[in-house]
Every structure is written in C-alpha cells, then in structure tokens.
C-alpha cells in the first residue's frame, strides 16, 4: 500500500486521489489538497519508490496503476484522479487498465506518448551530493547548484531529503534503471470512456498540438485546457488556477 496523506472532508463528493511527478512526493501538492478538501476528502499518495512509500527494483506503469489501484479499492473507488507528469502518466494507465477505479481524470501537463528527453542528469546531481556534510537543507541545494541544478529544482528536489537520516527518500537506483519507462508509455489498445481533462501549463511544451491524435484515440472524451503564465509544474506556478479549474472540472 502506497503512503498516503488523507485531507478530511465532507461526505458527498467522491475522493480524490493524487498522484505527484518524477523525485516528488504528495506533499507537493499539499495546498492543493487542503483546498479541494472542503468538497470531500483528498488523498495525496507517495508513488513507489518516493517518499515514504516502499522501494522496488522496477518502476512500470502498469505496476503504478495497480498501486493507485490498491489505493482506491481501500477507499471504495470510484474517485476522481488527479495526476502531474509521471503521476498523469501513472493515472492514465490506471484508467485504462482500471476503468472501474476512476470517475472524472485530470491529467496535469503530460500526454500518452514517449518523450525523448533523460531526468538522469538530476539523478547524477542528487548522488553527488555529499549528504554527509549536510545539516540543511540550503546546503545541499548549493551542491545541487554547484552540478548545474536551477534554483526552482534545488527546492524541490531537497523536498524529498531526509536530513536525520542524511539520505534521499528515493530509490535512485530503480529510478535509473527505469528511465527509459518513465519517458515512454506502454503500448495499448485500450480506451477509457470516461471524462478526462487535459490541463497543460501555458509556457510548458509537455503537450504539443501533434499529440492529440494518441490522447484521443486512448482518451475519446478528453478536453483540453491551459493555464496562461504556467510551465511544466503548473500547480506550484499559478496554484489558484489550477485548483479553480481541476474544481469546475470535477463538479461539472
């Protein structure tokens, strides 16, 4: 069972679940969380191998579906899915390996197709950190710095620093070793019906135009929508915005 952080909230309005991109965990969007919880209670989870959810040696997105699956089947789904780039990747297979676990799905800056960048360098950087040397955070994002990390990602990735134990809460190694399934998407014929809204950062280039044809061949019911002003991690750009949409999406 993945590591969870439960916002309480009236009953009424089905779960929400999120699930956070690569190196993050569900405190990222812990604002966000708190917010929409005044409509009905929010689970942010920590992803396998992040945070305080346990390490594996392999990192799929089937087996990232399945997690969030076990999640929801404990809260007796079906919940509306929110999910940020590797998470919105992750919440896509679970729709369609799970159509049953999700009602309305939000797919936050990412879309169904491989993308031919590496986040390995940010795993060379975290490594060289000499965690045993540092007794603040400040400290290991100057080293962070010092391998070619902006300002923005030092924060973040310090995040998921575990000071007291002078280690990175997460599996490196597995996350390495899975790279090249954390780009790419697994093939599949499968359709999700469903409502899904595709929310995209206005500055971001994560969702081209030219990859609409593969999010509407798995996803026939997809909208589309952008936040103006916004890059790639849209929720911690323009936090009231994203939160105001994702709201009149799932309670349309």
């Known amino acids: 069972m993945l590591n969870r952080i439960t916002h309480d909230g009236p009953a009424g309005a089905p779960p929400v679940v999120i699930a956070h991109g690569l190196y993050g965990s569900g405190r990222n969007m812990g604002v966000i969380a ?151 998407f697994p093939e599949t014929q499968a359709v999700w019906e469903g409502p899904v809204l595709f929310l995209t950062g206005g500055e971001s280039d994560y969702v081209r135009p030219e990859h609409r044809e593969a999010i509407n061949a798995r996803f026939p019911h997809a909208r589309f929508a952008r936040i103006p002003g916004a890059g790639h991690w849209l929720h911690a750009d323009k936090p009231r915005e994203f939160e105001a949409t994702i709201r009149i999406f799932l309670e349309a």
């Open 34 to 184: 708190r917010r929409l919880s005044d409509r009905g209670p929010v689970v942010a989870v920590d992803m396998r191998n992040h945070g305080a959810s346990p390490w594996f040696d392999s990192h799929s997105y089937p087996e990232m579906a399945d997690d969030l699956a076990e999640v929801i089947a404990d809260l007796d789904g079906p919940v509306d899915v929110v999910g940020h780039s590797m998470g919105g990747k992750a919440a896509m297979m679970l729709a369609l390996n799970h159509p049953e676990a999700v009602r309305r799905l939000v797919v936050a800056d990412i879309a169904p197709v491989p993308y031919s960048h590496s986040q390995l360098p940010f795993i060379h950087a975290m490594r060289a950190v000499d965690l045993s040397t540092v007794t603040r955070r400040s400290e290991a994002e100057a080293q962070l710095a010092d391998h070619g990390v902006d300002r923005a990602l030092q924060s973040f990735f310090t995040q998921s620093l575990d000071l007291g134990e002078q280690r990175w809460r997460l599996n490196l190694d597995a996350l390495e070793q899975a790279m090249p399934e954390i780009m790419s």
